[in-house]
């Protein structure tokens, strides 16, 4: 029999408990004893399927503590047989747990079926491993579980390729917590760490600045670009259907309601966005900034835009988008409204192309390189 092959190592009593153990701690010890000597031990031959047919044994045994004894004392031996590591993979959490983090016996396209199948503190597991391949991240971010994401996203040992990291900001942008997870790791392309501005918190983006060495100042460009442009992004989506004086005044509390924001939302077409921050900024009326922003003469605009405080270099920017934009009719239909947008602002850009150039410099520089943007997009 080949049990008999490991006799020499272990005694009756050991085997007797495995087999007819009177209670769950009993056997679950002997198991234990048997893993770490089937561990240690180099087996070969006889004594290597002596090994399995025990470890077949404890495997079958009805009680999850005497299973998680494998479990756990064979975690990470390579004298874990295939099979078994497969099947105690597919058991309960508990059991399967300690395999899914850290058994070497799982090659990816193992991990990759299990990721397929597991959810919960598994998925975590597979995620937290010493090294994920990147199959096997793209794997958990198609799954779509937001814990096992974020685990895979802090874990260095985590391998995210360029289209790894497009899904994970693709379903997970509005997620802080998954977001702020690639913050651990050690390194980060410069693609990532500037679309991460956009979605962490200010102390996020500190510890980015200190462990990823990005210039502060950088970062403080990104940060704004990014999140104006999300502003911008607001506007777009809800239209200022509700309170558009409240929401201006809100932007200008908290430090938002910046000259490149608003000539970046007139190029985009907001007349109304642009008016109600005149308005505020100027400390007038939104009926009196509009008939000022509106007039047909050239001292209107002048004349409130001179109030708002904003610099002057940015005025003709601002004279010549709306003179084209009076010149236009906004379509109702989204893609006509797009296309409105980037016309508006290459032709804008290029009226105002007749500027000293270091104000055009300076107006470009406002804007981020948005005008590159809308001329491709045109």
């Avoid at 008999?4 to 050991?14: G, H, P």
């Avoid at 975690?75 to 099979?83: V, Y």
């Avoid at 942008?173 to 760490?193: D, H, I, Y």
């Avoid at 605009?301 to 003709?316: E, F, H, N, Q, S």
Wanted: net charge negative; charged share 25%.
């Amino acid at each position: 029999m080949a049990v008999v092959a490991l006799r020499n190592r272990l005694t009756d009593t050991d085997i007797r408990r495995l087999v007819k153990g009177g209670d769950d701690d009993e056997r679950a010890n002997a198991a234990r004893k048997i893993c770490r000597l089937i561990d240690a031990a180099p087996l070969q031959g006889e004594e290597n399927q002596a090994a399995s047919g025990i470890l077949q044994l404890i495997i079958q045994d009805s009680a999850e503590l005497v299973r998680r004894s494998l479990a756990v004392t064979l975690r990470q031996s390579k004298n874990l047989p295939h099979d078994i590591a497969l099947r105690l993979a597919a058991d309960v959490e508990e059991v399967a747990t300690p395999i899914l983090l850290s058994s070497p016996v799982l090659d990816e396209d193992d991990l990759t079926r299990l990721v397929e199948t597991s959810q919960g503190g598994k998925l975590c597991a597979i995620a937290a491993r010493e090294h994920v391949p990147s199959i096997v991240v793209e794997a958990i971010i198609d799954k779509g579980d937001e814990k096992a994401v974020g685990i895979a996203a802090s874990n260095d040992g985590a391998d995210f390729s360029q289209n790894a990291y497009e899904k994970a900001f693709t379903q997970f942008c509005e997620n802080q917590g998954v977001m702020e997870a690639f913050v651990a790791r050690s390194t980060l392309p410069l693609s990532v760490t500037e679309k991460l501005i956009a979605h962490i918190s200010d102390e996020a983006m500190q510890r980015l600045v200190e462990k990823h060495a990005l210039p502060p100042q950088l970062a403080v460009e990104l940060s704004e670009n990014a999140r104006e442009r999300a502003t911008v992004d607001l506007v777009d989506q809800a239209g200022l259907a509700h309170d558009p004086q409240h929401f201006v005044q809100q932007l200008r509390m908290n430090g938002r309601l910046t000259p490149s924001l608003v000539l970046r939302s007139m190029l985009r077409g907001h007349v109304a966005f642009v008016e109600h921050a005149f308005a505020e900024l100027a400390g007038v009326t939104h009926a009196r900034a509009w008939l000022l922003v509106h007039d047909a003469g050239p001292l209107g605009l002048r004349a409130v835009y001179d109030r708002t405080g904003m610099p002057p270099r940015l005025y003709p920017a601002f004279r010549a988008a709306i003179d084209i934009f009076h010149s236009m009719e906004m379509p109702h239909d989204k893609q006509g409204r797009e296309h409105f947008q980037a016309v508006l602002a290459e032709r804008a850009i290029t009226r105002f192309q007749g500027i000293p150039e270091e104000d055009l410099d300076y107006v470009l520089d406002r804007l981020h390189g948005e005008p590159a943007e809308y001329s491709e997009a045109s």
